[in-house]
């Protein structure tokens, strides 16, 4: 696909067919994360992949919003491996994890998979369930796999403030 393609046909995905993903697509998705930007080219990004029965219950206990997807991206990155900034107010893990999710989310509908980027759930017990090290920060869960029949975006997707809205040129 076009990139202007992938990016007006994605969507957060709330329902998910029982298909699994092929490796190869899986490998795919995770290789865009593996290639996205860090400050510093510091890479403490880490990315878990949840599949097995076990963990995937794991993920139903922190969040509802699983939608049935077979697979689950846990983004987390290592605390002890940002660069902070001038200031010292601010640190590289959150942005750096975003944009590797970022990635991985675009790749997923490159792939023709379907993905969320899911919020709600607190992030150290998510830690403390998937038994992760201390050193690691928990910044989000990804579902991924295949739309359900049926399954699309939110009527308001295509609702979008105009760019006079939300760009100023100084």
Not at 40 to 67: F, M, W
């Amino acid at each position: 696909m076009e990139f202007k393609e992938v990016i007006r046909k994605r969507y957060s995905c709330k329902k998910y067919s029982d298909r699994a993903v092929e490796p190869e697509k899986l490998a795919n998705v995770l290789e865009a994360g593996r290639l996205a930007p860090t400050a510093k080219n510091l890479q403490e990004q880490h990315i878990y992949v949840v599949q097995s029965a076990d963990a995937l219950a794991g993920i139903d206990s922190l969040t509802p919003c699983r939608y049935g997807a077979p697979v689950v991206l846990v983004v987390a990155f290592d605390k002890n491996n940002v660069f902070t900034y001038p200031g010292g107010k601010r640190d590289s893990g959150v942005e750096d994890a975003s944009i590797v999710a970022t990635h991985m989310i675009l790749a997923a509908a490159d792939e023709g998979l379907g993905s969320c980027w899911i919020n709600f759930f607190d992030p150290d017990k998510a830690a403390e369930t998937l038994g992760l090290p201390e050193n690691e920060e928990v910044l989000m869960l990804m579902d991924l796999g295949y739309a359900a029949e049926g399954a699309g975006p939110l009527p308001n997707h295509d609702s979008r403030k105009p760019l006079a809205e939300t760009v100023s040129y100084l």
